[in-house]
């Protein structure tokens, strides 16, 4: 079946530092999502890229799709302490039809 | 008030015995997901339902089943718990058309 393979599991930067998260599929996407996860909390939905090398940004966080459809990264400039939490990537193989399989994520650890 | 409500948030069930979870959404979306997450492990798909007459099995089904009594409730039952059915537990819910997902705050289950 799909798989999503994120990396890293987990990172731990210094306040200012960059993180990037990556995320690859076994398979062609039609979109993907990302979300983040606060600690205790449950996750919440970032944005969804859907046209091939796509790239979106929030502020800090750039989101690229791949030329492929297959790969996918997030990239948070200057990180700050309420960055911390984990990071999932989700595909969705047919657009409308099908579910998200979720990466196992990526947990982000700021210090001060 | 939340737009996904999950009951009970914390429930610690002993070996054998039945439990249900529930959930309901005020967000009128047709599409329903309960998920299961454990450390490491990401957001693993248990069933889904695109609307009321439909059930499906995601990825690790068995030991579950569900019920969508109508548009806005999708429970999860358990019946007959296992340790190693202790996890997070999340329901979501999407509009059709591959949307953001919307999640509860989560049910923390505990079966000793």
């Known amino acids: 079946g799909q798989q999503v393979m994120q990396i890293p599991q987990y990172q731990h930067v210094q306040e200012g530092e960059d993180f990037t998260t990556y995320c690859n599929s076994s398979?062609?996407?039609?979109?993907i999502q990302w979300y983040k996860q606060r600690p205790g909390g449950h996750p919440v939905f970032l944005i969804q890229?859907?046209?091939?090398?796509e790239v979106k940004k929030q502020k800090r966080l750039t989101f690229q799709f791949g030329e492929a459809k297959k790969n996918s990264s997030l990239h948070i400039t200057a990180t700050q302490t309420t960055d911390v939490g984990t990071y999932f990537c989700?595909?969705?193989?047919?657009?409308?039809?099908?579910?998200?399989?979720f990466g196992k994520g990526t947990m982000l650890l700021v210090s001060p | 008030d939340a737009d996904v409500t999950q009951t009970p948030r914390n429930r610690i069930t002993k070996t054998g015995k039945r439990i249900m979870l529930e959930c309901s959404q005020t967000?009128?979306?047709?599409?329903m997901y309960w998920y299961r997450q454990d450390p490491g492990l990401g957001l693993r798909l248990i069933y889904y339902?695109?609307?009321?007459?439909?059930?499906n099995k995601g990825e690790i089904s068995d030991g579950y089943s569900v019920s969508r009594q109508a548009q806005a409730k999708f429970s999860l039952s358990l019946e007959s718990a296992i340790p190693n059915q202790t996890a997070l537990y999340f329901c979501a819910t999407e509009n059709r058309g591959n949307t953001e997902a919307f999640f509860g705050q989560g049910t923390r289950l505990t079966v000793v």
């Open positions: 989700a595909g969705s193989l047919n657009s409308g039809y099908s579910t998200l399989t």
């Open positions: 890229l859907v046209k091939s090398g």
């Open positions: 967000k009128g979306h047709d599409r």
């Open positions: 339902s695109f609307d009321v007459k439909d059930i």
């Open positions: 398979t062609t996407l039609s979109n």
